[in-house]
């Protein structure tokens, strides 16, 4: 399916400009805490923001800047339980002369932001790479067992549903057939790559070609380039 396709590159791209956003970030803060002029602060508010099922607090602080100016302003990060206490004294940084730019000198008051959006490209890099990885190792042994399998007809069973694997709300078919060895007598179920529509109008055979790693079976491709290719 080329859902599947799309959002291994969706996943790459937007997790690479996830990250480098964050490596960014990280540095404008990087510059702003070695320039920042510091100023102690009170913690003279806990600024409540709801949500539908939950409600965070924000610090608000006011401080004394380096002209004389008071200063207050609201952190940009609410948390619950509340990450300060009304009363509590903090170290506020500053740009000179833009004290309205105020910042905590905390950890997620500075950092949080390069952490969370690194945090979120890293999974949707993750995500992507593992996808890539996937089809290519499933390529890779595909053509393996085209070269060097063992050939056997195996007869047709069933297309069925896979329920296992479901994307956006639709589950794929997989062709079902069965194979006897005539050495040992065993029957040998196969199933086939999942399929994004529906094959059996199109299984007129009742005999399907399969590669069988005869040192593994378990390990085997089902051949069915004979059915037509699904449409974009």
Same mark, same amino acid.
């Given at each position: 399916m ?19 956003? @964050? ?7 990087? @510059? ?15 600024v409540?923001h709801? =949500? =539908?099922?939950?409600t ?5 602080v006011?401080?004394? @800047? ?19 206490a009304?009363?509590e ?11 309205d ?21 890293a ?12 089809a ?47 050495a ?7 199933q086939s ?36 290719q699904? @449409?974009?």
């Amino acid at each position: 399916m080329k859902a599947i396709g799309i959002f291994k590159w969706v996943g790459l791209l937007a997790g690479g400009a996830m990250l480098g956003g @964050a490596l960014l970030l990280g540095q404008h803060t990087r @510059a702003f805490v070695a320039r920042a002029q510091h100023a102690s602060g009170e913690v003279v508010e806990l600024v409540p923001h709801r =949500s =539908s099922d939950s409600t965070t607090y924000a610090p608000a602080v006011r401080f004394v @800047a380096a002209d004389g100016q008071t200063i207050r302003f609201v952190a940009s990060f609410s948390s619950s339980p509340p990450a300060f206490a009304v009363g509590e004294r903090v170290d506020v940084l500053y740009p000179a002369g833009q004290p309205d730019q105020a910042k905590i000198n905390a950890f997620f008051s500075l950092w949080g932001g390069a952490v969370i959006l690194g945090g979120i490209g890293a999974v949707f890099l993750a995500v992507g790479l593992a996808l890539q990885l996937a089809a290519r190792l499933a390529r890779r042994r595909e053509q393996d067992l085209l070269l060097h399998g063992t050939p056997v007809m195996a007869d047709f069973q069933s297309v069925d549903r896979n329920t296992r694997l479901e994307v956006n709300g639709r589950h794929p078919y997989r062709v079902t057939a069965q194979w006897r060895n005539p050495a040992t007598g065993k029957v040998h179920v196969f199933q086939s790559r999942n399929l994004w529509y529906d094959p059996t109008p199109y299984l007129e055979r009742r005999q399907l070609t399969v590669y069988l790693d005869t040192a593994n079976p378990k390990r085997y491709h089902m051949d069915t380039s004979f059915l037509p290719q699904q @449409a974009g």
